[in-house]
């Protein structure tokens, strides 16, 4: 994790955000008394300031339980194409944006940098109710 902030902010801010699988390997769990197979996924979420006012970096895995068939399929791809499987890589992106964007929010805080996500916000009304569906 790296979390920097280089100048003030001034004018108007753009803030980049990229996700990316770095590395996918095979590993094993010990879950109760036996071993499962496992794929763990390197992965590196990168927000930018610019123009140039910081950045925030977290690096994590993320472990994925398939079965050995599966799992070698998943393996030789990467090895072949460094690329997942569309019905692997949807939910584990979602599951590290969740993750990711949470933490970079709340770095965003302490070092005083605007969220790197839209912010919801409240709007003067012209008398007329309006219904949020979430």
């Given at each position: 994790m790296v979390i920097e902030r280089k100048n003030f902010i001034k004018g108007k801010i753009n803030i980049a955000?990229?996700?990316s699988i770095k590395n996918v390997s095979e590993t094993t769990l010990a879950l109760g008394k036996g071993k499962q197979p496992a794929l763990k996924m390197i992965f590196e979420f990168v927000s930018k300031y610019n123009p140039n006012i910081g950045s925030i970096n977290l690096t994590g895995e993320v472990l994925n339980l398939e079965d050995d068939k599966k799992s070698k399929e998943i393996l030789k791809e990467w090895k072949k194409n460094k690329k997942l499987p569309g019905?692997?890589?949807?939910?584990i992106l979602n599951h590290i944006l969740n993750?990711?964007?949470i933490q970079s929010l709340i770095l965003s805080k302490d070092i005083n940098l605007p969220p790197p996500i839209p912010m919801p916000k409240i709007s003067a009304t012209d008398g007329k109710e309006k219904q949020y569906i979430g």
């Open positions: 955000n990229n996700i019905e692997i890589m949807t939910p993750k990711c964007n």
